[in-house]
């Protein structure tokens, strides 16, 4: 178990290379980020919703949908190498200094609209079975033994199957079955992330299972075409 609230944090930078203005950009009818921010609104096990930017048209917009802005995120949490961890420790810092005990901390990123409340809640639940530091979403993955790399003139394999079977002559299905995390939902216990300064231990991580649609994730503007027609296609239904 864990003691103290259970906290989203929907890091939201202003800054974006590859699609500029991503996280406010129109998806649909509304800005990508209101739909994770409603989505965690929605799940009923969660306390509070913190969204961490530096940037004030994201803030006015996740504000107006409901999340808690509670401070502006410092410069140096805001830059292209920034890394996630810090900028959820920070946000997690800055309740704990205000006397909010924080027991469990969840970590959306907006670039996962089709994430639902639904699937949120049960990977807290999914959390709450098990004794884990930490809990990914994740997707069924690309079988590493197909993947290779370049050798000189020629390929070579990233990881080798075990025995003397050739896994390019193997089905997918005959080999084992391996999952990719989708970046939509993490879970971190408070300690762990307080003296580890990460979201995710290896070591010690249960996981939910997402199908391939709510695990899409947008980085490029491809992507957000993709998401845009899937959701157009869903309302059609």
Partial sequence: MFNGKIVAVIPARGGSKGLPGKNIRVLNGKPLIVYTIEAAIKCNLIDRVICSTDDKDIAEIAINAGAEVPFIRPKHLSQDLSHTPPVIEH???????????????????????LRTEYQISES???????????????KDGYPPWWMV??????????INFPGSRNPF????????????????????????????????????C??????????LDIDTLTDFNIVEQTLKNRLKI
Avoid: H
């Fill in 206 to 215: 249960g996981y939910y299972l997402m199908d391939e649609e709510s695990s």
């Fill in 124 to 138: 807290i639940n999914a959390f709450r079975a098990g004794i884990f530091d930490s809990l990914v979403a994740v």
């Fill in 169 to 204: 002559n193997l089905e997918r299905q005959e080999l084992p079955a391996t999952y990719q995390i989708n970046g939509s939902i993490y879970i971190t216990r408070r300690p762990y992330l307080k003296n580890s300064g990460s979201i995710i231990n290896i070591e010690n």
């Fill in 149 to 158: 790399k370049a050798q000189g003139d020629r390929l070579q394999s990233v």
């Fill in 91 to 113: 946000a997690v810092n800055f309740l704990e200094e205000k006397g909010i005990k924080v027991g469990l901390v969840i970590t959306l990123q907006p670039t996962s609209p």
